[in-house]
Each structure stands twice: as structure tokens, then as C-alpha cells.
């Protein structure tokens, strides 16, 4: 449809996982194939960010560019680096490019012509739109799939069945030594009361506790992902009674929430006063419980901003087309 359309759409950001996984996100749901485009500004210019221009080596025509012309119709992008690179090819577009921006850009409302941030951020505006989640590609059409189609790793697996999804030390949390040997500890009294662990592992897994979950997986007869063969995670959540998560990644807990089972949170060393907000309005709701070695909490409605997200995305996108004379767009969304 859209390529029919000859519409064209760029995903941009520094490269950091969850910010790009966040873009990709809305692209599906707006069943887009976008080009990922992604910014590498050096010093000085990446101090001034998201307040000052872009790097101008990384300018079009610059050596290795990621802002190679033609411009595209539409520009979903994420980070603070990647605002400067929004506003250039707004204006380098003759305005004719729909900005996207996903969480706050710290430089207010105007930095694109949409924005989403998650609630518990303080921006606010016509362009603005808030949810408790953030966007992801856990859809109810992805999580049907896997039931009917269980993964062969995962299908013979007594129940309960818990996917447990660790990540690692962040900028905000830390895994010190006593932190994994709790988690462990739990996670092992977990499986002792009869649970089937399925387990899945971040890059920021400290390489200790990796190890421990995997040993853990192999003793009660769970199942440890250990990046070899397709990702199971969809199936994980898929397949899941109930989801241990740990607290360090809001993608992970906004994931998990999409499957309508309880979420058991683990906390790690650290902490911010976001994430406590975000983790107390899903408690207010019965979603999140803490972990404490034992399964808990009762299934609810799946929370899934995703389709809501991308509804005004295409909206928008579809009304700052009018305004311009151009041709409309139709997108097939996921999850109307």
C-alpha cells in the first residue's frame, strides 16, 4: 500500500537498542518497511544535544552521511542526539517530511510534529501524546501465533511455565554480587515449588549470573536461552503463566505487560523516580507484583499501546498531507 503510495519513511537514532526497538515498533504497526538511519555526532557537537546543531561532518554530502537525500515523508526518531537531525531535515525537507519523536526530547513540543513520551515524563502539548506503556512489537496477533505454534524448545515443558527475563546493569540499576545471588536464590525456590523457568538473557547480563541461570535452567528442567537458534521471546511471553522481570529496562516490563499475566518484578541495586512511577500505576492496576520466590496475582486486561500510538502517527501524517496538497495515505494498521 504505502509503496504503492511512493511514500518513504526513515527510522533515526544513535544506535541504542531500546530506542530503536521503540521505533521499529510503530514502524510495524503502521506496517511500514522504513530505512534505519543512524547518527554518530562527535564532540563538541554531541555535548550541546538535543539543544544544538547536528555534527556538521555528518552534514548531506559529508563523507558517510547518514542524512543522504531524497528526505523521506516520514521520520520517526528517538534519543536526545537524534533531535537536531529531526529539526535539520524538517527544514531541509522544505517542511514537506512529518517529524515523529518517541519519549521527550527535553527541547519541548516543537521539536517534532509528534510526539509520544510516556506518562510518567512531564511534557504536555496538541502534539503530545502519553501512555502508561511504551510502544513495542509484542502484538496479540504475534503472541496468538506463538500458542498455536509453540515453540518445539518450549512446548513440552510442564506447567506452570514462567518466562523470566533478566537484563543487567544500566545507567540507573546495578547487579552487585548480592543482587544476582538473591535473584538466584528466588528464582531457584521458584522452580523447587514445581514452575518450569524459561529464561532469556541481555546483552547486560553480568557473565556470573548468566551462568547461574543457566546451571538453574538445567537442574529443574527449564529452559535457558543461550543465543543460539531463532529468539524465543515472543514465545516465552507467548507460552507464560506468569513473567519475571527484572526492573532495569521499561521495555522489558511494558513487553510483559502485553501478555495479560502477572508480572513478578525483581529490583536490582539503584533505582529512579521514573521507574518507581511507572512500576507503582502498574501495581495500582494488579499488573506488577514483587518477586519473592513464589508465583502471585491474577490475570488482567493486556496492556498494549502500541496500535493507539500508531493510529495518531497515521492521523497525522494522513492531516499534515492534506495541508500540503499531497496525496493521502492509507495504513493498513496492526490491531485497529
Not at 533515526?12 to 521505533?23: I, N
Not at 526492573?247 to 502477572?262: K, L, R
Request: aromatic letters at 8%.
Amino acid at each position: 500500500m504505502l509503496r504503492e503510495l511512493g511514500l518513504t519513511s526513515w527510522i533515526l537514532t544513535d544506535g541504542k537498542a531500546g530506542d530503536e526497538m521503540q521505533a521499529l515498533s510503530v514502524a510495524d504497526a503502521l506496517s511500514l518497511s522504513p530505512e534505519i538511519r543512524r547518527v554518530r555526532p562527535r564532540a563538541p557537537f554531541s555535548w550541546l544535544m538535543p539543544w544544538g546543531p547536528i555534527d556538521p561532518r555528518e552534514r548531506p554530502g559529508a563523507h558517510n552521511s547518514p542524512l543522504v537525500p531524497p528526505f523521506p515523508d516520514l521520520l520517526i526518531g528517538s534519543g536526545r542526539r537524534a533531535v537536531p537531525y529531526l529539526r535539520f531535515v524538517k527544514k531541509a525537507s522544505g517542511g514537506r517530511t512529518y517529524t515523529v519523536f518517541l519519549k521527550d526530547p527535553r527541547t519541548g513540543p516543537g521539536a517534532a510534529d509528534f510526539i509520544w513520551a510516556p506518562s510518567y515524563d512531564r511534557i504536555r502539548g496538541p502534539n503530545v501524546l502519553t501512555t502508561l506503556t511504551p510502544p513495542h512489537r509484542v502484538s496479540p496477533e504475534r503472541l496468538a501465533a506463538a500458542r498455536a505454534h509453540p515453540d518445539p524448545r518450549l512446548a513440552d515443558l510442564k506447567r506452570p511455565r514462567v518466562a523470566v527475563l533478566v537484563g543487567g546493569s544500566s545507567r540507573h540499576h546495578r547487579f552487585e554480587a548480592q543482587d544476582a545471588a538473591c535473584f538466584t536464590a528466588l528464582l531457584t525456590a521458584l522452580a523447587e515449588s514445581g514452575a518450569a523457568l524459561m529464561i532469556t538473557a541481555s546483552r547486560r547480563t553480568p557473565e556470573p549470573l548468566r551462568d547461574a541461570l543457566a546451571d538453574l535452567a538445567r537442574r529443574h528442567g527449564g529452559f535457558f536461552w543461550d543465543g543460539t537458534g531463532e529468539n524465543p521471546f515472543v514465545s516465552l511471553l507467548a507460552l507464560s503463566e506468569a513473567v519475571v522481570v527484572t526492573a532495569d529496562s521499561f521495555n522489558m516490563v511494558g513487553e510483559a505487560a502485553a501478555t495479560g499475566v502477572p508480572l513478578l518484578v525483581f529490583e536490582p541495586s539503584g533505582g529512579h523516580p521514573k521507574l518507581r512511577v511507572f512500576l507503582d500505576a502498574l501495581k495500582e492496576k494488579g499488573v506488577v507484583h514483587p518477586f519473592e520466590g513464589r508465583l502471585e496475582g491474577a490475570p488482567y486486561e493486556p496492556l498494549n499501546s502500541t496500535p493507539l500510538i500508531a493510529r495518531a502517527i497515521a492521523e497525522g501524517l494522513a492531516r499534515h498531507r492534506r495541508a500540503l496538497g499531497l496525496p493521502d495515505a492509507t495504513f493498513p494498521l496492526e490491531n485497529p
